[in-house]
Nanobody, 118 residues
Framework: QVQLVESGGGLVQPGGSLRLSCAASGNIFSINTMGWYRQAPGKQRELVAAITNAGSTNYADSVKGRFTISRDNAKNTVYLQMNSLKPEDTAVYYC????????????WGQGTQVTVSS
């Protein structure tokens, strides 16, 4: 069994910064791609950023240059540094990890609210 625990969301003013974390624990042999998704009210969940186990990254166009995804393999943790936040970044953010134990499987975090408002 695998558990994902997210942290770091909150309320921030436009132009501010937040850092999200997602730590995995449990039956883990390896973690392949780690990603962050978000879902705003009335909208579909969308990919924000992803990082492979080789360190290659991919970002949504809307966050390029403002958000940075990183990972600490020793801690089974993925981070999302969010700078220059805008009101349109307001959403529930979910981590998504491709974890292999016996077989690969995708796991979702519980979600953390990010609200950008003055």
């Amino acid at each position: 069994q695998v558990q994902l625990v997210e942290s770091g969301g909150g309320l921030v003013q436009p132009g501010g910064s937040l850092r999200l974390s997602c730590a995995a624990s449990g039956n883990i042999f390896s973690i392949n791609t780690m990603g962050w998704y978000r879902q705003a009210p009335g909208k579909q969940r969308e990919l924000v950023a992803a990082i492979t186990n080789a360190g290659s990254t991919n970002y949504a166009d809307s966050v390029k240059g403002r958000f940075t995804i990183s990972r600490d393999n020793a801690k089974n943790t993925v981070y999302l540094q969010m700078n220059s936040l805008k009101p349109e970044d307001t959403a529930v953010y979910y981590c998504n990890l491709d974890i292999t134990y016996a077989t690969p499987r995708l796991y979702w975090g519980q979600g953390t609210q990010v609200t950008v408002s003055s």
